[in-house]
C-alpha cells in the first residue's frame, strides 16, 4: 500500500507559479496518482491525473518523473481563488479488481494578494 | 446536470445510536464511494458501490455499512456510534467504478456524536 507525503501549507502570491509536490516512495508498478482540491465547506474536486511523465489540462500540470517515487502538482498563476487544500491521491490496483485509495494529508494552499 | 446531493447535512447523535446517510449521484453515474474525513485521520476511503453490488472497502470496522439501490442512490449506515465516528462523510459519484474514474464529490454530511 502506497504512503503519501505532502506538505502541510504552502503561501503564495497572486500570479506566481505553485509547486505541490507529493512523495509515494513506494507507490506501484501499476499506481495512478491523482489531485483533488478542497475549500471550505465542500468535497474535493478532480483537478489532474498522470500515470506518468507529464500531463496538462487548462487548469494544471503533473509531473512524475521517471521513478515515480514523488508527482508535483503545478497552478501557473495562481489567484485568489485558487486558495484551498490540495489532496495527492495513489490509487494501488492488488488484482481481482481491488484497489486501494491513499489520500495525502492535503496541503493547504493560502495565495496572497 | 445535477451535482451530488447527501442528506442531510448536518446530523447529531449521541453514542450507542445509529445513523443513516444518504447519497444521490449524477445522473448516468453509477459509482457511488463513500469517504469520512477528520481533521486527525484526513480522507479515508470507506466503500465503494456498483451496480448494487460492493466493489471495495476500506479498512474500517463492520459498524460501517452501506448499499446502493437500482437507480445508483446509495445509502451508508453507522451502528453503535462512537465519539470516533464524528466526522465529515463524503459521497463520491463516478461514471464506472475503480479508484482512476474522476469522481465528483457531494457537499457532505457532517456528524457529530455526543
Known amino acids: 500500500l502506497a504512503k503519501t507525503t505532502q506538505p502541510i501549507s504552502m503561501d503564495s502570491y497572486e500570479g506566481q507559479e505553485v509547486n505541490i509536490t507529493c512523495s509515494h516512495n513506494?507507490?506501484?508498478?501499476?499506481?495512478?496518482i491523482t489531485w483533488y482540491q478542497q475549500f471550505p465547506s465542500q468535497g474535493p474536486r478532480f483537478i489532474i491525473q498522470?500515470?506518468?511523465t507529464k500531463v496538462t489540462n487548462e487548469v494544471a500540470s503533473l509531473f512524475i518523473p521517471a521513478d515515480r517515487k514523488s508527482s508535483t502538482l503545478s497552478l501557473p498563476r495562481v489567484s485568489l481563488s485558487d486558495t484551498a487544500v490540495y489532496y495527492c491521491?495513489?490509487?494501488?490496483?492488488?488484482?481481482?479488481?481491488?484497489?486501494?485509495?491513499?489520500f495525502g494529508k492535503g496541503t493547504k494552499l493560502s495565495v496572497i494578494p | 446536470k445535477a451535482g451530488v446531493t447527501q442528506t442531510p447535512r448536518y446530523l447529531i447523535k449521541t453514542r450507542g445510536q445509529q445513523v443513516t446517510l444518504s447519497c444521490s449521484p449524477i445522473?448516468?453515474?453509477?459509482?457511488v464511494s463513500w469517504y469520512q474525513q477528520t481533521p486527525g485521520q484526513g480522507l479515508q476511503f470507506l466503500f465503494e458501490?456498483?451496480?448494487?453490488?460492493?466493489?471495495n472497502k476500506g479498512n474500517f470496522p463492520g459498524r460501517f455499512s452501506g448499499r446502493q439501490f437500482s437507480n445508483s442512490r446509495s445509502e451508508m449506515n453507522v451502528s453503535t456510534l462512537e465519539l470516533g465516528d464524528s466526522a465529515l462523510y463524503l459521497c463520491?459519484?463516478?461514471?464506472?467504478?475503480?479508484?482512476?474514474?474522476?469522481?465528483?464529490f457531494g457537499p457532505g454530511t457532517r456528524l457529530t456524536v455526543l
Open positions: 463520491a459519484s463516478s461514471r464506472d467504478w475503480g479508484g482512476n474514474n474522476e469522481q465528483f
Open positions: 513506494n507507490i506501484a508498478t501499476n499506481d495512478y
Open positions: 498522470g500515470y506518468k
Open positions: 491521491l495513489v490509487v494501488g490496483y492488488s488484482g481481482a479488481g481491488s484497489y486501494q485509495l491513499t
Open positions: 445522473s448516468g453515474h453509477r459509482s
Open positions: 458501490y456498483f451496480s448494487e453490488t460492493q466493489r
